[in-house]
């Protein structure tokens, strides 16, 4: 099992500023990487796949980088609607499909 | 547009059973793998099972083998999951979700359907 690990769990951001999420495989998994947002209440939402490929309708402010075990989300300028948590999940590896323990991204 | 529904979350004592529904609709169900993932209270995501597109392949997190099943019936445009021997550690919110890149990655989400075990 590929275990991916989130850091830091929580981040405290003003808004109009850059947040920089991380996650860490615990084997290369190329770039079969994802990046989810969930707001409280509501099911995730996909941002990134590919590691570095957004979505269909997410914002320009939201990117992801990296290959093999090191990954990135970064938003370039926190806007209200951004303050929510972010998974990153594996799909190089299946059964199983592994994901983050999650990054809160809060107001500052 | 493409939406999904679940159905069938409820309160279950320990070694009990559900079935889970997931309705789909705005897209052609049999092009598609599909999966559930579940979220305990308070808890991170976790993939459960997959399907793919014809049900020839189904794949297990490996604490509910034996003990869940995945199934579809793309001429009804429906996701199942049948959860028999039910555990306090399944108590969760469970999403049906649209796979994409040979089914690893999920665009669409349903809203869920909480299932509690408790006696």
């Known amino acids: 099992e590929i275990v991916m690990t989130q850091s830091p769990v929580t981040l405290s951001v003003s808004q109009g500023e850059r947040a920089t999420l991380s996650c860490r495989a615990s084997?290369?998994?190329?770039?079969?990487l994802a990046w989810y947002q969930q707001k409280p209440g509501q099911a995730p939402r996909l941002l990134i796949y590919?590691?570095?490929a957004r979505a269909v309708a997410v914002p320009a402010r939201f990117s992801g980088s990296g290959s093999g075990t090191e990954f990135t989300l970064t938003i370039s300028s926190l806007q209200s609607e951004d303050f929510a948590v972010y998974y990153c999940?594996?799909?190089?590896?299946?059964?199983?499909?592994?994901f983050g323990g999650g990054t809160k991204v809060e107001i500052k | 547009e493409v939406q999904l529904v679940e159905s069938g979350g409820n309160l279950v004592q320990p070694g009990g059973s559900l079935r889970l529904s997931c309705a789909a609709s705005?897209?052609?169900?049999?092009?598609?793998?599909m999966t559930w993932l579940r979220q305990a209270p308070g808890k991170g995501l976790e993939w459960v099972a997959n399907?793919?597109?014809?049900?020839?392949?189904?794949y297990y997190l490996e604490s509910v083998k034996g003990r869940f099943t995945i199934s579809r019936d793309n001429a009804k445009n429906s996701l199942f999951l049948q959860m028999n021997s039910l555990r306090a550690e399944d108590t969760a919110v469970y999403y049906c979700?649209?796979?994409?890149?040979?089914?690893?990655?999920?665009?669409?989400w349903g809203q869920g359907t909480l299932v509690t075990v408790s006696s």
């Open positions: 979700a649209r796979g994409e890149a040979g089914g690893g990655v999920h665009t669409f």
């Open positions: 590919g590691a570095s």
């Open positions: 399907i793919k597109l014809d049900g020839s392949e189904k």
């Open positions: 705005g897209f052609t169900l049999s092009s598609y793998w």
């Open positions: 999940q594996q799909y190089n590896n299946w059964a199983p499909l592994t």
């Open positions: 084997q290369s998994v190329g770039t079969k």
